[in-house]
Structures are given as C-alpha cells and as structure tokens.
C-alpha cells in the first residue's frame, strides 16, 4: 500500500508535466504521477518514472558527510511505485528504486537498485537453527524478538503447547509486517550501496558502502539509529536499535540485538546476538550469544553454544559433532565465563558461571554447579578449580564493566539485564557446591596430595578444601548483605521487633532460580509467566517483553524471600526464635568473609604490578628507567582506582557493621 506523506496529491499540471521533460525526465504514463502542493519540478532532472508515483514538496537543503550542501530532489533516478516524503534526496541511482515509501529528509544517493519484489515479511517468522545445526531448537526472528523469549523457544522444547503458542505470537508479528511495500524512514542515509531488496529501513538509520541487504529489518529510531557499514552484506536478519555491521561483516539468518556491534570482517550464520554483543574478526555458527557476549579475535570460532556475558580468548574453539551423526551436540557457557587463547571444548559440555576455560577439554564436562571455577586441562585431563575465581580482580572488573558499557539508548529495552554476581541464581548454586565439595572432602578423608574424579573432572585435594572455603565466604557475604540490607530502616531494640523486620511479605521468590539469558528470576514465576502464554492471557510478543521486564524490576522484592529461607537453612536458625545474638553473630561473620575477600582481592591486584610484569618496560637505558616508565602508563600501585576502591570498600563494610551492631544492642538484653 502506497504511503501519504502529504493530507492532499494532486495531477501534474501540463505546465510542471513541460518543465520536467525539459530537465529530461520521462514518465510510462504522466497520469500515474500525483505531487503535494509546493511541488517544484525544477527540483528533478535526468528522472524516469514508472507505476505510481507519489512526490512531496523540495523545497529545502539536506548536508552530506563533509559539509556539502544539496537540494532536495530528484536526479538523475529511476522510480517505479514509490511514494517520496518532503524534501527527499535521490541522486544517482544507477538501475532503480520500486515499490518503497521513503520518508521526509531521506538522502539516497549513488546506488545500484532498491526493490520490494514481491510480498515479504522482511525478515520477521524466519526460524533460526541455533545450537543444534540439523534443527530441533529452531527460534522465529521477529522485530521485537527479546533474549527470553528467545531462550524459551529454545530451551523449552519439552514443553510443545508453549512452543505451540509462541508459535502463534510470533506468526502474529510476522503477519502484520507483511508488506508489497518496502519503507524507509525519515532522515535515513543510504550512499554508494549496491543492492538493497526486500528491507525495512527504520527512521535515522545509516547505510554507506553496503553490498547487499536482502530480505531484513533495521529497527532504526531517532533515539538509538542503526549504523550498516562498506563492504556488509546481511541476508535473512533483523538488526534491533542501536545494532551496526560494519567493514566487511557478514550475516545470514541471525538477529542482531539492541546495541551490538559486528565488524572487521566477522562472520555469522544461523545464529542470535543479544544486547550488548560484539564480534569482531572470528565466526558464529548456530550460535545463542546472550547479552555481553563477546568475541574480537581472528580464528575464533563459536559454534553450536549457548553463552552469556562471555568473553572469547584468540583461537578459542569447540567441536559439535564426533564424525559419527553429524553436528548434532551442543555447549552451553553460562554467563561471565572467559576461555583463553587457544582453548577447547569438546561438545557437549555444561560450563558453569563464571568460570576461566584454559586449554583443551576433550571429555563431556559438567560444571554447573561450581561458579567462580578454573576450568585447566592438563595432560588432556580436566582439572577443576572450584570456586578460585571469587577472588579475582578480573570478576569484579568485569561486573563493574557491563553496566557502564551499556550502549543501548532506545526508551524501549528488549533485554532486562541483571548484573548481579551474587544472586539467588549463582549463590544457589554455591550451596550445592559447597554441599558436593564437603561430601568429597569425606571421602578423601586427610590423605595429601589426593584428587577425585568427578563429572568427567579431576578435583585436587588442595583445591577441594580451597573451594569449600571460598563458597563460604560468598555465601555469607550474600547472606549478611541481604539481611543488613533488609534491617538498615528498621526498630530492631527487640527480638520481636527484630523477626518482624526479618519476616518476608510474601513466599513469593521461593525455590531454584534460573538464569533467563541475562533476566535472574525465580523459576516459579517463570512458569506463572509460561502459564500465562498457553491460556492466551498474553496475546502479544510485547506484553510478553514486559511481563518479563516488570518481574526484572521486582527482583529485589523477590530476592529477600529466597535470601530470608536461605540464612534459616545455612545458619540453622527458626523463624520464631532468631534473636538479636543470631544475627550479631551473623554481622561478624559477614564482616570477616567480607574483608577476606576484599583482602585476596587486593593481593590479586598487586600481582598487576609485580616485577616480572615490569619486564617490558623501560626499554631507554638499558631497564635502569624501568619503574619511571611503568609508573607513567600504569600507575603506581598505591594510586591504583582498583586497589583505592577495594580498600574504601573494607573501610565502609566494616563502618556498616558497626552501625548494625550498635542498632542490635541498642534494646535490653531481656527483650530478646
């Protein structure tokens, strides 16, 4: 359907028909052409037109990149059933432009062609194979498409009345974007592209030096454009808010999210990038790349996986199938995991939170369940270091990072993001580990040196009893900061007063947690949401959206419930008799983990700035400049940000634990 820039169009008159075949124009048919009133013909040579046509008012001046200056108009293009906004600018198209409405102070200039050839969705109800290349976990593209949605359709295939009905939401979407027209927004750029076909072209968006579009969407807007660079050719995609492809990427059958960047030669197919994503040089494969995953080196390879928050080393790698049934395995890296250069994972493996891959990993391992681990292959052995990474200053970096590398700017976030390191999620799974962890140390009794095999993993002995220590220390640490964090406004003069504070408003939050690709909620609110779909009291993918973003924003209120049943359970407390010395003993504890931990932390750091790092600096003078020359890029240790926040950081736990304490004392120990 033709789009109205204009309330009124009117026939050429036979004056403006005169002027136009004066500035070589042509027309199949000069009835089939309506113009708006301030039409200036003047303002098109060298035009053919063809089917119908529908011109604005030229009247104004647009500005290249550069500061050059042009009128709007038309020159020296071929249009065929295309309605053009206000003060548009089409110059040199070298075949032509059919069947698009382009919208008001859209500059086109120096392309091949641009079409609509037949009806399209434009990207949207075309399925994706990830993780599983000969299908199965297939999940429908669609412009509003969010990373949960996307995880149930994947995820949840034990489940076919909801694939069923996410089915039916999505055929909804696909139905209304499908069009015999294309459309180009208002204040698009698109310059020196070659073939552009069956595209939507969202408002703001940039398009310069493309070689191919086919068959897409770019979710452009004012607040959050997106950006298509030379030598890109997408096929079969949807490129949400503030997404770019750029110098010389190339896409098949994915969708780019919210703020994520594809580039240097990158290459993907069949797969998904969620919010924040980046891709550089390396390739994906039938890859579910949650939010923040990132991948920036030449022969790294993605494929078959699921990852969150990752961070992929040079050469990183992994094998989907064993040359027996084809690629039919898959990984799953769970979120804020790194693999270093070079490392290999054989599929299929569960890698769990957190967690450092180093080497080459050809049994089927499972570490689920021990976040903050090592993962280290020695002699084609997998050695877990359970828990290690707690006391890393690259976790704590990495936590502080995301946030503030947040680059999506659209009012309208798809992705609800928890960057939390210490949930219900990943402490929940530390208790199991601690729990597993303790069980083992049993059976390897005090005997040194001892390892055990466990989950196609080997286990030391030293870092066995490493490992149940530091889950203790973050599991306290959780515990103690949800409780300060639930009594700081609170009357706790009296034990009654004091479990009256502590009492959860609701058993909302209760049970296992899950991790939704970036949304942490508990699973049986989840289930409420899934139920939710298959009665059809959600009828749209964005009343789904925002049912998940509404549960993101109570994640607090439902945190406590779970935090609250957890500290009953590790400490061993009742609900009816937890007195003020419960939870003074509590404070303590929380205050001695919690400086330990920032104390590894510091120590950790203090390694950036031993000598052996120095190695490669003062390379004027033979070394003797060595310190000067490090201390001039890097920093001194003692003035490091880093190391000045942990030790604030100590200072204002320890000042929180003084106040807790006064505030238990301040009642009459008989009141308790």
């Not at 509404?550 to 009816?576: C, F, N, S, V």
Request: proline share 3%; charged share 20%; with cysteine.
């Amino acid at each position: 359907m033709m789009k109205y820039y204009a309330k009124h169009y009117r026939p050429l008159t036979q004056e403006e028909q005169s002027i136009l075949q004066h500035n070589l124009c042509s027309s199949s048919d000069w009835s089939l052409i309506r113009v708006a009133e301030g039409f200036d013909p003047a303002r098109c040579r060298g035009a053919h037109f063809s089917g119908e046509v529908l011109l604005a008012r030229f009247d104004a001046e647009v500005e290249l990149p550069g500061g050059v200056r042009k009128p709007t108009g038309i020159y020296h293009a071929h249009l065929h059933h295309c309605s053009i906004g206000d003060n548009v600018l089409i110059e040199g198209v070298n075949e032509y432009i059919s069947n698009y409405n382009i919208g008001p102070y859209t500059i086109i200039f120096n392309i091949d062609r641009m079409l609509v050839c037949s009806e399209t969705t434009f990207g949207n109800g075309l399925k994706i194979e990830v993780l599983n290349e000969t299908g199965g976990r297939e999940v429908v593209m669609t412009h509003n498409l969010s990373a949960h949605v996307a995880y149930l359709m994947a995820f949840y295939r034990h489940d076919p009345e909801l694939i069923h009905a996410l089915g039916q939401l999505t055929e909804r979407e696909s139905r209304a974007r499908t069009h015999c027209m294309g459309e180009v927004g208002e204040r698009v750029l698109i310059r020196s592209t070659h073939t552009i076909e069956n595209t939507y072209i969202g408002p703001y968006a940039r398009i310069e030096g493309a070689s191919r579009l086919r068959e897409g969407s770019l979710m452009s807007n004012r607040e959050d454009p997106v950006y298509i660079g030379y030598n890109v050719s997408c096929v079969n995609f949807i490129l949400q808010s503030g997404s770019s492809v750029l110098d010389g990427a190339t896409i098949s059958n994915c969708l780019v999210g919210q703020g994520t960047r594809l580039s240097h030669l990158f290459s993907a197919h069949d797969s998904l990038f969620f919010a924040n994503c980046q891709g550089e040089n390396g390739e994906a494969c039938a890859v579910f790349a949650g939010p923040y995953t990132v991948s920036m080196h030449k022969s790294s390879l993605l494929i078959a996986g699921y990852y969150s928050f990752l961070n992929a080393g040079s050469g990183s790698n992994q094998s989907n199938h064993l040359y027996k049934l084809g690629p039919i395995h898959q990984g799953i890296v769970e979120r804020g995991s790194k693999t270093t250069s070079d490392s290999y994972v054989l599929w299929p493996s569960h890698i769990g939170p957190f967690t450092l891959v180093m080497g080459r990993h050809v049994d089927h391992v499972d570490s689920s369940d021990f976040p903050f681990s090592y993962l280290i292959e020695d002699h084609n052995e997998t050695y877990l270091v359970p828990g290690v990474n707690l006391r890393s200053v690259g976790t704590i970096r990495d936590a502080k990072k995301w946030p503030a590398r947040d680059r999506r700017k659209d009012s309208q976030l798809l992705d609800s993001i928890n960057f939390n390191l210490l949930s219900p999620y990943t402490v929940g799974k530390m208790i199991r580990a601690h729990q597993a962890l303790s069980e083992l140390s049993h059976l390897l009794g005090n005997t040194a040196d001892h390892k055990i095999a466990y989950r196609n993993m080997r286990i030391q002995q030293r870092a066995l009893e490493r490992g149940i220590k530091l889950y203790e220390i973050a599991i306290v640490k959780f515990l103690g900061n949800s409780v300060i964090h639930r009594l700081r406004d609170s009357d706790c003069s009296t034990g009654t007063r004091l479990r009256d504070a502590l009492r959860p408003h609701s058993e909302r939050g209760l049970g296992s947690w899950i991790d939704l690709c970036g949304l942490i909620a508990p699973e049986q609110e989840i289930d409420e949401i899934i139920q939710r779909v298959k009665s059809h009291e959600i009828e749209s993918l964005d009343a789904l959206n925002a049912a998940f973003a509404d549960l993101h924003r109570h994640y607090y209120d439902l945190e406590w419930p779970w935090a609250y049943q957890a500290m009953l359970e590790w400490y061993g407390l009742e609900e009816e008799t937890i007195s003020r010395a419960d939870i003074l003993a509590l404070v303590d504890q929380w205050e001695q983990c919690v400086t330990e931990l920032d104390h590894m932390l510091y120590e950790d750091a203090k390694k950036e700035f031993a000598k052996s790092v120095k190695v490669g600096f003062g390379i004027v003078s033979g070394g003797r400049t060595q310190e000067a020359d490090f201390e001039s890029v890097r920093g001194a240790f003692d003035t490091n940000p880093f190391v000045l926040s942990v030790l604030e950081h100590i200072e204002a736990k320890r000042a929180l634990a003084v106040d807790m304490r006064e505030r238990l004392r301040a009642g009459s120990p008989s009141t308790d």
